[in-house]
């Protein structure tokens, strides 16, 4: 069976996961700002590289992304992706309706990226986390490379051994607000080496994927 082949019943799999993990990731966040955080529920689908470039807005979009390598029993790559504009919205949410710019003249504001690289780490562990209990291994994620870039460059240099393992990758698409503002939309790119993959769906008691 192919990656490109997953049935919905793979698909429910991956979207429940990704609701458990953004379901823990906003509990964090409520606490952090001491406010109540909201959620939609995510959605989940497996694209190509070439698709996954369209779904965040096309190699020309600025985006802002921290990469992490899955370490402990089983391993993988994960990217949190978020537009400049959703970046800084998320920022301005989580520090009580301060303006911060992700930018300071020409250079990236360090003290953006800071927060940024939190909420990211929040994110991502609680991600994580809800993974490694469906499949009762340790999964922990890594300290996060961080870019502002075009899509096309991120992408393309964070995927280049990444292709010798897969074609595709698994993205869940999650939105989040305070409930007095507009969602904030990021994704999450999840490129699970193909032992990681397997224990996804045994755990799950979904049959099929060798």
């Known amino acids: 069976m192919d990656f490109k082949d997953l049935s919905q019943i793979h698909l429910e799999v991956l979207r429940e996961i990704g609701n ?11 606490q952090m700002v001491n406010k109540r ?3 939609k ?10 698709e996954m470039m369209e779904v965040i807005g096309g190699p020309d979009e600025v985006v802002v992304a921290m990469l992490f390598q899955i370490q402990g029993e089983a391993k993988g790559t994960v990217f949190f992706i978020l537009s400049v504009e959703e970046a800084e919205h998320l920022v301005s949410e ?3 309706g301060a303006t911060l710019n992700l930018f300071n003249g ?9 927060i940024l690289t939190e909420i990211g780490n929040i994110m991502t562990g609680s991600y994580l986390s809800a993974l490694s209990d469906f499949l009762k291994v340790q999964m922990l994620p890594s300290i996060p490379h961080l870019g502002v870039d ?3 460059s991120i992408l393309t240099a964070g995927l280049v051994e990444l292709s010798n393992v897969s074609d595709y990758a ?4 999650t939105e989040i607000n305070d409930g007095d503002s507009k969602g904030i939309r990021g994704h999450f790119l999840l490129i699970p080496e193909h032992e990681t993959l397997v224990k996804i769906f045994e755990a799950l008691g979904v049959n099929g994927y060798e």
């Open 106 to 114: 020409e250079e990236p504001d360090e003290f953006t990226l800071s």
């Open 37 to 39: 955080i909201d959620m």
């Open 20 to 30: 458990i993990g953004t379901g823990n990731a906003v509990t964090s966040m409520s």
């Open 150 to 152: 075009l899509a096309g």
């Open 94 to 96: 989580v520090s009580n």
């Open 41 to 50: 529920m995510p959605s989940a689908n497996v694209v190509t590289f070439d």
């Open 170 to 173: 698994i993205i869940i698409n």
